[in-house]
Each structure stands twice: as structure tokens, then as C-alpha cells.
């Protein structure tokens, strides 16, 4: 793990400072107790604590990455990537980070952290880094509890997954950014009329942040064609009709080996005060 993303830890039992072993295998707090977190053989870190819990589990990462791998939603991550340029981020902690698509696409060009609960997407983001060489780390956490320092992060980005305000406001440098991106309004409609007989459109996050300033909105749309029934099944597995749907309307998707629709994206992107 890069020194810059390790010197920002802290111990998620007693919240001391951390470093890194000599020989790199492990990470100990400085704290009276030394508690001390070994790396795993890809590279990440557990900080979840034993009641953490587990996250998305292999199949839906698996399905999530061949998806996202397959370049779809490469426009987003280049938005994203775009406006931490933008505002001169040299370490960005990626919350709700899965597999690590987007992370390891914002560690290119700077300084990543990649939190999430699910140990099989952490797993697999940290060997994709670990193989690719890039500058990101990964730990298992909670976005309710992120096991790093305040004020230590100039960018925390939010991308599909719960936002924790609370914990964001704390960790962000004062001046620092967050990027939140949400469905919009017509997001995957494609994909609903191909199932649902009325399909409808979306409604907007019930959970943006109310004490950060939104320093701008942007709105991003376009067509995808997804090619095959193991990308479409994939797809729809992100989603939350996923869980919802009957088998009369998930047969419909069944008979399906090409699939066109729309995307929409809101990418809003706050900025914490200089002054608390």
C-alpha cells in the first residue's frame, strides 16, 4: 500500500495512528495495545471488524466486472476521473468502491483508497491494482465507520453506493470535494421496457448531502448495445430490479442476445467549506 494512502489510517478498534511493517505484511497502530491488521496475499486490508458484514458476494462481483470491464459505463469513469483533474486531487478515497472499476481508472493520476464491505469485491480491485501497478489501496470497511484520519482525503467519491455525509464531512479536507453519482431519470429505461409492460422512470437519491455545497451538476446520457446473454443477465444483476422481479418478466430478459438502451447519469460534485 502506497505510504501516502497507509499514513492516513487509522486503527478501526482504538483510532491511533498506523504504519506499515518493515517487511510490508502488516499494518500496526500506534496505539498503547499495537493492534496490528496483516495484508492479505492481493494486497488489502480487513477493518471491518468481526461484525462488519460481507458485502456483495462473488458471483455478483464477478457478473459486475465482466460488465463494467467490457467498457459501457467507461464514459462515467471518465467524467469522474475528468473532474478530479479538475480540481487538482492528489488522493481520492473511492466509498462503496466494489470491484474497483472506477478506483483503479482514478488511481492513474493520483493517490486511491477503495473502502467497501464486500471482502470479494476488495479481493478482486486489489489484484487488478496489484497487476497493473497502480497506486491504490484497499481495505475492508464500512462507509459508517471509514478506519481513516479527519480531514485527511482532498476527494471522496460516492458512486451508486449509500452516502454517509457524516463520515464524508469528517474525512474531507477543508476545501475538498465529493463527487455523488446517481441513476437518472431514464436510466436503464431500455432494459425495463424490455421487461416490465409499464415500465417507469426513476426517481432521484433520497440521500444527497444537505451540509456540503453543490458546486456544479452534470448530466450525462447515452446509448449503450450490450452484445450477449451472460452481459445482459450481468447488467441486470446490478440492478436493484433484480431483486424484485417475477420469473414471468425475468423470462422475457431470458430470450434476449442483444439489448439497447439508454444510460443516465447525475454526477454531483460538493465542496467542503475552508472554514467549519
Given at each position: ?19 506499515v ?33 460481507e ?54 493520476g ?10 470479494a ?8 491494482a ?27 467519491t ?36 424490455a421487461?416490465?409492460d ?23 446520457t ?7 446473454r ?47
Amino acid at each position: 500500500m502506497n505510504s501516502l494512502i497507509a499514513t492516513r489510517l487509522r486503527c478501526p478498534v482504538c483510532r491511533a495512528t498506523c504504519e506499515v511493517s518493515e517487511d510490508g505484511k502488516s499494518l500496526y497502530c500506534g496505539g498503547q495495545r499495537r493492534h496490528c491488521f496483516d495484508f492479505s496475499r492481493s494486497g488489502y486490508l480487513n477493518l471491518a471488524g468481526p461484525h462488519g458484514g460481507e458485502g456483495d458476494l462473488k458471483a455478483s462481483v464477478r457478473a459486475r466486472s465482466l460488465f463494467l470491464e467490457s467498457g459501457y459505463y467507461e464514459r462515467l469513469a471518465d467524467t469522474v476521473c475528468e473532474v478530479l483533474a479538475s480540481c487538482s486531487v492528489n488522493t481520492v478515497l473511492d466509498a462503496g468502491c466494489g470491484e474497483g472499476y472506477y478506483t483503479n481508472r482514478m488511481a492513474l493520476g493520483r493517490a486511491a483508497l477503495g473502502v467497501d464491505l464486500s471482502s470479494a469485491g476488495i479481493d478482486h480491485a486489489a489484484k487488478a491494482a496489484k497487476r497493473e501497478g497502480l497506486n491504490a489501496g484497499y481495505a475492508v470497511a464500512s462507509l459508517f465507520k471509514l478506519p481513516v484520519a479527519d480531514a485527511s482525503f482532498d476527494a471522496i467519491t460516492n458512486l451508486f453506493a449509500p452516502c454517509a455525509e457524516a463520515e464524508f464531512v469528517r474525512v474531507l479536507r477543508p476545501g475538498g470535494v465529493l463527487i455523488v453519482v446517481a441513476a437518472g431519470e431514464h436510466h436503464l429505461l431500455g432494459l425495463k421496457k424490455a421487461i416490465y409492460d409499464t415500465p417507469y422512470t426513476n426517481r432521484g437519491r433520497a440521500d444527497l448531502p444537505q451540509e456540503l455545497a453543490l458546486e456544479r451538476e452534470i448530466r450525462l446520457t447515452y446509448e449503450i448495445t450490450v452484445e450477449g446473454r451472460e452481459r445482459i443477465d450481468a447488467l441486470f444483476s446490478m440492478t436493484p430490479y433484480y431483486w424484485r422481479t417475477s420469473e414471468a418478466d425475468r423470462q422475457k430478459l431470458a430470450q434476449l442476445d442483444r439489448l439497447t438502451t439508454e444510460v443516465d447519469f447525475n454526477v454531483y460534485v460538493y465542496r467542503k467549506g475552508l472554514i467549519e
